[in-house]
């Protein structure tokens, strides 16, 4: 992989790993029209930690407030005895069902979902969830139902979100739009439900990403120019995906997921029209 194609894959990171459009999905079919034979490698997975990188520098003082209540908990042996220490704990509880989903099913997953026709079928069936949860949003507030902010979390919710991030492990469907729909299925507004979604992310990308990186390290670091392409892509990624980070919050305190549910049905379409004529296989 050479450097200009590593910036290359590190934009399209940095851009879909936050915008509800799947990161994994962009990256597989942007390696497979750059003639990589293997676009399900390590790479595809290891990249993500450039944008692990993003969410820590924009939530950094959320991450050590959380970090911080995390200690205090253990240390007092109680659960939740501040407002950020049960939301290190709402967090930690939804990062279990993508553990045991990735742990138990990820050769499966990779030898069902890593592939052209799947990752467009899953983009539409939850392009398709996300405008139902948009629908039972827009219900929620014609019965004056106010939106739940991040503080209304419950511990049931944040399994019914982390088990929609588990779901994410299939490409095309999005990490940030499983999680954010979920959280409006139940009631959260979209800047709440996106907040929570960036947050919940942090666990679950560095635990794949740096597994990934350890098993695949031969590969990864096998000369010096692929330590060059992906020392590149993480960094770009990790730019982007900032800059994504902010435009996401800012976009949903005035605008709906329309606009994503339309792309996500479009580049659904689009690969199933691009296999129709053989770009893809």
């Known amino acids: 992989m050479t450097v200009w194609e590593a910036t290359i894959l590190g934009v399209i990171q940095g851009l879909t790993e936050f915008l509800p ?42 991450v050590v407030k959380l970090a911080k209540g995390l200690f205090a908990d253990l240390r007092a042996r109680h659960i939740g005895s501040t407002p950020d220490a049960r939301m290190g704990w709402l967090i930690v509880l939804g990062t279990v069902p993508v553990v045991l989903v990735g742990f138990f099913f990820k050769n499966w997953l990779k030898a069902t979902f890593f592939n052209p026709t799947s990752i467009a079928i899953v983009a539409i ?8 949860a948009e629908w039972w949003a827009v219900r929620r507030a014609q019965r004056g139902l106010a939106p739940r902010e991040e503080a209304d979390i419950t511990w049931l919710d944040a399994l019914w979100v982390g088990s929609f991030q588990a779901l994410a492990l299939m490409p095309g469907g999005s990490r940030s739009g499983t999680t954010i729909t979920a959280g409006l299925f139940v009631g959260l507004g979209r800047p709440a439900a996106a907040r929570f979604s960036f947050l919940l992310s942090l666990p679950a990308i560095l635990g794949a990403g740096l597994k990934e990186m350890f098993d695949e390290r031969d590969r990864l670091f096998a000369s010096g120019d692929q330590i060059a392409a992906l020392g590149v892509g993480l960094v770009v990624s990790a730019v982007v995906g900032y800059l994504s980070i902010a435009f996401l919050l800012n976009f949903l305190k005035r605008y709906s997921t329309a606009v994503f549910i339309v792309y996500r049905l479009l580049l659904g379409v689009t690969i199933l029209g ?8």
């Open 21 to 62: 459009i799947s990161s994994t999905a962009h990256l597989l079919v942007a390696r497979q029209l750059l003639g990589h034979e293997h676009p399900e490698d390590a790479f595809t997975v290891v990249i993500q930690l450039g944008t692990l990188v993003a969410v820590f520098a924009y939530f950094w003082q959320d």
């Open 274 to 281: 691009l296999l129709a004529i053989g770009v893809l296989k």
């Open 125 to 132: 069936v939850f392009a398709l969830l996300m405008g139902a």
